[in-house]
């Protein structure tokens, strides 16, 4: 099913895309705002979203500035940058306090967005996200990532045989009969530019929302590091899905869905 696509500018400018759903019946759970990845687009949410609207809440996913159908080379990607345009979204649309599920660079943007407004989240869903850095070998390491892609791929059948995931192919565009991707190389390395120079402990010490740690057993988020987050707010919760890796959400829709639907109950 396709979901209608808006478009929200931001102070600076930049255009940023997103889907603002509502359930069928009225919302009887707080709104989630979803946060993707790097290179990613707010589609791969839509699994998890139908599970969230079925069981009430109001959803909006968003493509980051620099990705999917959001401005390509927006003047700046900072992580300020990055925190202000879904305050802005927060904003325009009136979803505090709201829900945040981040994954991975999506997760960081949102534990920021928790620790500099904690007036608009209710409640943090990080999912192979966390804190720790630097890590000076990150820009090298996206950059060799993306340059292993083909110049363009023949079809999505093909592009999902190499991307991993059948969501990760659909946020691809087609030109002139091959598919290929809706981000810019260098906006890309430059987004991991400012991530590889610094950790974020005391940002993630401020934050005094309900937090949900979610790791894919076969995850990319080192344990020594989410014990780390464990220690240093033991009030946060730890969710280990089988059978995940990074893509958690795309791997394991249904269960990162009741592990959500759980900690939310239980806050």
Known sequence: MTHPTTHLTT???TRIAYRDR??????SKPPVLLLHGLAGHLGEWDDLADRLLSAGRRVVAYDARGHGAST????TVTRAAHVEDAVSLVDELGLAPVTVVGQSLGGHTAMLLAAAHPALVRSLVLIEAGPAGPSPELPAVIAAWLDSWPTAFASLEEATAFLGHEAWAR???ERDGSWHPRFDRGTMIETMAEPATAAHWSEWSRIRCPTLLVR???GTVLPTEAADMLTRRPDTRQAVIPDAAHDVHLDRPDQLHAAIEEFDAGE
Do not use: N, V, Y
């Open 72 to 75: 390509r080379r927006p003047p």
């Open 22 to 27: 509502t359930p069928p019946h009225p919302a």
């Open 216 to 218: 894919g057993a076969s």
């Open 11 to 13: 102070p600076d400018g």
């Open 171 to 173: 946020g691809l565009e």
